[in-house]
């Protein structure tokens, strides 16, 4: 039998501003390099295959979002209940907990494949998806739909190591599997003279990688995170309870997606050049994205373990501690990215046209950054704390309304590309408001719900 095994790091004794950065800086470094491995298929098709192909590439960004953005909520609840098992020192607890994990990974996964495909044609028509990509478009999305299993189960397993403090196990895994991911990439583009199909395949290869070497990670680890088959059941009480925390993140960040399938459809109206700037743009302003989601999560996880210790005072700390790292490291990057945004925009494409339009969505957006960085550490607050309704209604009003209004009523009527680009800094502005406002309203209740037992 193995050993029992302790958790990677303990969150619920000693200090915590050196322990939230070796927990956030592994999971951002990791995001980083995933986004970096991703941007690949971007960069290579921009290179070799032309600009057509990686505006084709480009144009599924947001549908692509929109299908994974609800799975990887759910595997956020999957965390939250793990790390409350976890503080409360219940072994039996985590066992089931990452069982019904993964099943609800797998599972999920091949259902989101099965409709997505079915549905592929009609969500790219829907987007005004130019005719001329539309073919390179349409098989990109479908290659990459087949991987949805193995895209859940990276997240979810990525899930259970986080509850546990341990967010270098999926960085290496990511390692690995990220830079098979370039060599194929180059191998079916160059060498098979593919174009987004070829990126697409490698990386639904890639991605298999990555999660069947977590799978064997934990299968072979100690108690109580080990994969028996033998255990493999999903447990009612804890689907339920992963659903209500994961269920509202999933839809905070179906949110994001639906509102960006929005801004892409306008996007599509102002040509080949600009879908390729924005998708060159995107794939290196996102890098900001998850430094402020790894600092979120971290919120989560330790304030998960933390509430399940019933330590409310520790609770307080990592929020400080927290939000002020995560405002700092956003702002530093940020900086840096605007200054070598040229540089950065010519790895994908050296076309003036799509190197001026790419800086432009750059400095409007990340000059704005550290708004987001707001929203999403009060949402991961509010996640760790069991609420993670009130984020995704915040997000649907602030985030979506927004940008759905302006993208309807203001754009139409000036159709200039640095006017849409501006509804992201507007609607970070409103949501991050709203959310704040809200964290102060209830922030008593919260603690009180947690203080032990005699304590008020």
């Given amino acids: 039998m193995s050993r029992r095994r302790k958790p990677a790091m303990n969150m619920i004794e000693g200090s915590l501003g050196d322990k939230v950065l070796q927990f956030a800086v592994p999971l951002a470094i990791t995001g980083v390099l995933q986004q970096i491995f991703n941007a690949t298929d971007v960069a290579v098709v921009g290179q070799f295959a032309g600009k057509n192909a990686m505006a084709a590439v480009g144009s599924n960004s ?7 953005n609800l799975f990887v909520g759910v595997s956020l609840g999957a965390n939250v209940v793990i790390s409350r098992f976890t503080g409360q020192r219940n072994p039996d607890g985590i066992r089931r907990g990452v069982h019904t994990a993964v099943l609800v990974a797998l599972v999920t996964g091949v259902i989101v494949a099965v409709l997505g495909i079915l549905i592929s044609r009609p969500m790219l028509e829907l987007l005004g998806v130019p005719s001329s990509i539309m073919p390179m478009a349409l098989a990109y999305l479908r290659i990459y ?4 299993p193995v895209i859940l189960l990276y997240n979810f397993e990525s899930s259970i190591f986080r509850s546990q403090g341990d967010t270098r196990t999926p960085l290496f895994c990511l390692i690995t599997a990220g830079l098979l991911n370039v060599v194929l990439n180059l191998f079916f583009v160059l060498v098979l003279h593919m174009d987004a ?9 890639s991605n298999t990688v990555s999660s069947g070497l977590m799978f064997l990670v934990l299968r072979r680890t ?4 080990r994969i028996r088959f033998r255990d493999f059941r999903i447990d009612r009480g804890i689907l339920k309870v992963m659903l209500q925390i994961g269920l509202p993140a999933g839809l905070q960040g179906m949110v994001f997606s639906i509102s960006n399938l929005c801004i892409q459809s ?5 040509g080949p050049d600009i879908i390729a700037a924005s998708s060159a743009a995107f794939n290196i302003e996102i890098v900001a994205y998850y430094i402020i989601n790894a600092f979120g999560q971290a919120e989560t996880t330790f304030i998960g373990q933390n509430s399940g210790a019933r330590k409310p005072d520790r609770c307080r700390r990592v929020i400080r501690i927290g939000l002020a790292q995560d405002l700092i490291f956003t702002a530093i990057l940020c900086t840096a990215i605007i200054y070598f945004a040229v540089p950065l925009l010519k790895l994908f ?9 790419g800086q432009i969505r750059i400095v409007y957006i990340l000059s704005f950054e550290v708004i987001n960085a707001l929203i999403e550490g ?5 996640r760790g704390f069991g609420k993670s309704l009130a984020p995704a209604l915040v997000a649907l009003v602030g985030i979506c309304g927004t940008r759905i209004v302006w993208v309807f009523f203001v754009f139409p009527n000036h159709p200039d590309f640095r006017l849409l680009i501006l509804c992201f800094p507007i609607s970070w502005a ?3 408001g709203i959310l704040i406002l809200y964290y102060l309203l209830i922030r008593r209740r919260l603690f009180a719900g947690i203080a032990p037992a005699g304590v008020h």
């Avoid at 100690?222 to 995170?225: D, E, K, Q, S, V």
């Avoid at 494409?349 to 339009?357: A, F, K, L, S």
């Avoid at 009060?378 to 509010?382: N, Q, T």
């Fill in 62 to 68: 947001p549908v692509v979002g929109l299908m994974v």
């Fill in 266 to 270: 306008a996007l599509n109206s102002l």
């Fill in 430 to 432: 409103i949501t991050a």
């Fill in 197 to 205: 199909d070829g990126v697409a395949a490698a990386t639904v290869i």
């Fill in 145 to 148: 739909l087949l991987g949805m």
């Fill in 222 to 225: 100690g108690a109580p995170i």
């Fill in 349 to 357: 494409n050296t076309d003036p046209e799509v190197v001026r339009y």
């Fill in 378 to 382: 009060f949402s991961g607050v509010l």
